[in-house]
Nanobody, 120 residues
Framework: QVQLVESGGGSVQAGDSLRLSCVASGVTFSRYSMGWFRQAPGKEREFVASISWGISSTYYADSVKGRFTISRDNAKKMVYLQMNSLKPEDTAVYYC?????????????WGQGTQVTVSS
């Protein structure tokens, strides 16, 4: 059974940093691309960042480029999202997801999410 569990969310001030973590189980982690998505209240879920399996190519939404960094540790079956210079508009529930695709378009597995709240 595939399980993704996020952690690291919290309440911070604008300009602060947070690092989200996601641990995977039940999958051959090194063969899955991983992504982070977020959903703010009243809005649709949106893509934040992804990292492919293999050469770990990374992709970012324009809104977070230069502030957020996605990384992975295949030995620990973990993916991270380092978030710097946080803004109030980054407030959302953040979800970790896994994709079988090298360049992920569709994600087969999702975590339950972790809340990030950024106050001004």
């Amino acid at each position: 059974q595939v399980q993704l569990v996020e952690s690291g969310g919290g309440s911070v001030q604008a300009g602060d940093s947070l690092r989200l973590s996601c641990v995977a189980s039940g999958v051959t982690f090194s063969r899955y691309s991983m992504g982070w998505f977020r959903q703010a209240p009243g809005k649709e879920r949106e893509f934040v960042a992804s990292i492919s399996w293999g050469i770990s190519s990374t992709y970012y939404a324009d809104s977070v480029k230069g502030r957020f960094t996605i990384s992975r540790d295949n030995a620990k079956k973990m993916v991270y999202l380092q978030m710097n210079s946080l803004k109030p508009e980054d407030t959302a529930v953040y979800y970790c997801a896994a994709s079988e695709q090298l360049v992920p378009k569709l994600y087969q597995f999702w975590g339950q999410g972790t809340q990030v709240t950024v106050s001004s």
